[in-house]
């Protein structure tokens, strides 16, 4: 009975460090999306859009194309819908909520529309030479300055709001402003 009871409390022992463990592993956690943030300065997205350029142009020549602009578009929606955030790759990486009316997934249907409109607003803006890196950050800095509504230089409350569910995929008419 004894030995019984010691390798009881030697299990109960190793349960409650480990448990201990788990708990101070999930404190220590760091989300891969930065900080939550409740004010967005401009200074972030100028930084997020130059970083945002490489990623998108997928091959290399030096211009977002119709064809990267509109799947960056439909990318940046799912991944947003799915992580239920945005991620600013400013100075530092921050992360945005997506308003929780917005669905967890887009559907094909939204997929389609997302991509007609994406290539719309392509085509209003640049023809079809392309965007370089400086019309890229343009384009950018415009969403941010369309949701801008004091014109103080930070989203935040509704702008921030509107900002976020551009980015999950809404289009003009649906409650945001874009580019």
């Not at 956690?29 to 300065?41: H, K, M, R, S």
């Not at 509504?149 to 809404?170: I, M, V």
Request: glycine share 10%; net charge negative.
């Amino acid at each position: 009975m004894e030995n019984r009871n010691k390798r009881m409390l030697k299990i109960l022992a190793v349960t409650a460090t480990l448990t201990a463990g788990s708990a101070s592993l999930g404190e220590a956690f760091e989300n891969p999306f930065g900080a939550p943030i409740d004010v967005l300065p401009e200074t972030e997205v100028m930084v997020d859009a130059a970083r945002a350029f490489d990623k998108i142009d997928m091959n290399r020549d030096g211009l977002i194309d119709e064809d990267e602009y509109a799947a960056q578009r439909v990318v940046y929606a799912q991944l947003a819908r799915f992580n239920r955030q945005i991620a600013i790759d400013g100075t530092i990486t921050v992360r945005v909520p997506v308003p929780e009316e917005i669905g967890q997934t887009l559907t094909s249907p939204e997929k389609v529309a997302l991509d007609a409109v994406a290539r719309r607003d392509y085509r209003l803006r640049v023809g079809g030479g392309g965007f370089d890196r400086a019309g890229w950050e343009e384009a950018r800095l415009e969403t941010f300055f369309l949701n801008d509504t004091n014109g103080d230089g930070e989203l935040r409350g509704k702008e921030l709001k509107a900002y976020a569910s551009y980015f999950a995929g809404q289009t003009l008419g649906s409650g945001s402003a874009g580019s």
